[in-house]
């Protein structure tokens, strides 16, 4: 039976802005599995397309003049999820530089909101980079789901279709979204009730 709940969006968070970078294909493998849910509306923020200043602001001052119209593209699109989902790789036993820049520029659009990874590299899959992300989400008040998909050894698994040929990865890919899909729900919920008060 349908649910009758709003439909929950989920704000795809593209970390990688490397030339050549091999996100795209995760990211496409990623829209295939959110596309098959009817409880799920989509966004994804490309951080290579929509690229955020370097530079923050001292606190309690206003950005420098032009930020605006760059967060302008990201902030609200954060805001307006319901809950994110990371395609980050590993970069030097950590996570990008880009991906930490975008978070660190938003704050209250992290609030209890639940985060999902999906993450890909070589022999560690990335797990490295979402071990970090959890530390820092944490700090922002955010619920990172205890599930993740990684993809080992990734630029060999993908075929050119951008299909991966393994039934352990779409089980893994669903338990991921289900685990999403019930925090989102509750969060949202109880901030309904409820504002936030970090």
Do not use: C
Request: aromatic share 8%; no cysteine.
């Amino acid at each position: 039976m349908p649910s009758t709940r709003p439909q929950l969006r989920v704000a795809v968070l593209v970390g990688s802005t490397r030339e050549g970078r091999f996100a795209p294909v995760v990211t496409q493998w990623l829209r295939g599995h959110l596309s098959q849910r009817d409880d799920m509306t989509v966004d994804v923020v490309d951080l290579a397309e929509t690229p955020l200043p370097t530079v923050l602001p001292a606190f309690g001052r206003p950005p420098a003049p032009g930020t605006e119209e760059a967060l302008a593209l990201v902030s609200p699109r954060l805001a307006a999820a319901d809950a994110f989902v990371f395609v980050t790789p590993e970069y030097n036993h950590s996570f990008p530089a880009s991906l930490k820049n975008a978070i660190d520029w938003h704050n209250e659009q992290w609030h209890a909101k639940p985060v999902a990874f999906v993450s890909y590299g070589g022999l560690s899959g990335g797990l490295r980079a979402v071990e970090q992300l959890r530390v820092v989400m944490a700090e922002l008040n955010a619920t990172t789901i205890r599930n993740t998909v990684s993809f080992h050894n990734a630029y060999g698994l993908f075929g050119e279709d951008g299909a991966v040929d393994d039934p352990q990865v779409d089980t893994a890919a669903k338990a991921l979204l289900d685990q999403l899909a019930w925090w989102a729900h509750a969060l949202r919920d109880a901030r309904a009730l409820s504002p936030y008060a970090a």
